[in-house]
């Protein structure tokens, strides 16, 4: 809706109660703010509950002696975007990155800075399926993790013929603990997750380790198949 201005009020910007004020080609206008469609679920409200720990923890006293070093460490370990360009992240960005990898596999924070960043990656992955029902699906790769080193295993939602992005699609269907060898059957989970799929389906599935002394990642592999 259209808003008059009077003698009192030239203008008006910015939100009050369930309305959003802005100017237009129209002029000063009122609509009604966007609601989300779809509610968090658990596992957002994990996540969120996760990272704003890890950020109250950072500010608290306990990092003082602390904050310095995470600092040094992420001014030393830049990481690149696609085109190479290296950026440096900040040390809170470094410590809460750590820590969010480490409660992902059900892990205590790390307060101390580690002195140096290092984590293996497999050399390649496969899987196996199944249609079932149940639906069975194990993935299986060469070049172990090391004894120190989890498996996160991600997997795209099911995508129909003709759909080939992963973006926004991809999430963590499960995790093993460290020095766990392939193969990886991930069954249950999967049923959990996607209980049906429709043959002809793309499915990409994601594999990387994580260091579980100083929760750094090691690169991700990726691959796909057609259901």
Not at 50 to 74: C, G, N, Y
Request: aromatic share 8%; hydrophobic share 40%; glycine share 6%.
């Amino acid at each position: 809706m259209k808003i008059a201005p009077g003698p009192l009020i030239e203008d008006l910007r910015g939100s009050c109660s369930n309305l959003a004020i802005q100017m237009t080609i129209a002029g000063l206008t009122a609509r009604y703010k966007n609601q989300p469609v779809q509610p968090k679920n658990i596992a957002q409200v994990l996540v969120r509950a996760a990272v704003a720990s890890i950020a109250q923890t950072w500010k608290s006293p306990a990092m003082t002696d602390f904050r310095p070093a995470w600092i040094i460490l992420a001014n030393n370990n830049p990481y690149y975007d696609v085109w190479g360009v290296p950026h440096k992240m900040t040390g809170s960005a470094m410590f809460t990155k750590l820590n969010k990898n480490l409660n992902t596999l059900g892990l205590s924070m790390i307060l101390p800075a580690p002195t140096a960043l290092s984590c293996g990656s497999p050399l390649s992955i496969a899987q196996t399926h199944a249609a079932g029902p149940p639906q069975s699906f194990i993935i299986t790769s060469t070049g172990p993790p090391a004894i120190h080193e989890a498996v996160v295993i991600r997997c795209s939602k099911p995508l129909s013929p003709g759909i080939s992005t992963l973006a926004n699609t991809q999430s963590i269907i499960q995790t093993f603990p460290a020095g766990t060898n392939s193969p990886w059957d991930i069954s249950t989970a999967w049923n959990k997750k996607h209980a049906t799929v429709t043959p002809g389906d793309t499915v990409f599935f994601l594999v990387n380790y994580v260091n579980t002394i100083t929760g750094f990642a090691g690169p991700q592999l990726v691959a796909l198949f057609n259901w």
